[in-house]
């Protein structure tokens, strides 16, 4: 029972096709070779030399497809280089989506937490509710850890909370404050005092609970 044949197709093509007709190899002339449907391959795919091999779409609004779908992984022993402009990681679904950097005492995984809906990078193995880095879809950054700026900050704008050194801030050159200070049992050192509601040339006392007046 014939199961297939050999075919001339024009010029130096050659073609093997299926009992039913249907070409299923097409050597097109030279050293190119098309399958004009699946191609299912048992063992590996090996190049002819230490050369460089490229897998291509005959149009450029194709896409290669590599991998069996959801669970498969596709390894590259060697580095991967992208030459084009975007790196597209999972559909526009709610899921993680992660890049993980592998390490023995340090792993880190950067990417989608969709648990907190927010961009972030973690020293783990794994997303966790209070990440390393975390970026909120209002764009507000949260840093779950110490941080260490060794040439100090340009321009911090406003800040809206502040524990600086430890609860010590140093070389103040301006303080405004919008209410009255208290520092409790302790004094207040100064080269020179001034008290703007105090009259030149007059006597200083100090009144109740030690206000100072002028008379």
Known sequence: VPFGYLSQHGGDELQ??????????????????????????????????????????????????????????????????VTGADIVVGPNADADRSIKFGHIANPVIMGIDDDQNMFAIHTGAAFTADNDIEIAANGAVTFNGAVTFDNGIADAGAITTADINGGTVDAITSLTVANNVDVGNYKITSKALEASDLTATRVVFAGSNGLLADD
């Open 16 to 81: 093997i096709r299926s009992a039913g007709g249907s070409a299923a190899l097409v050597f097109e002339g030279g050293a190119d070779i098309a399958a004009q449907g699946n191609v299912t391959i048992n063992g590996n795919i090996l190049g002819d030399a230490n050369e460089a091999k490229t897998i291509f779409a005959a149009t450029t609004s194709n896409t290669i497809t590599i991998g069996g779908g959801v669970g498969s992984t596709v390894a590259t022993a060697g580095d991967l280089t």
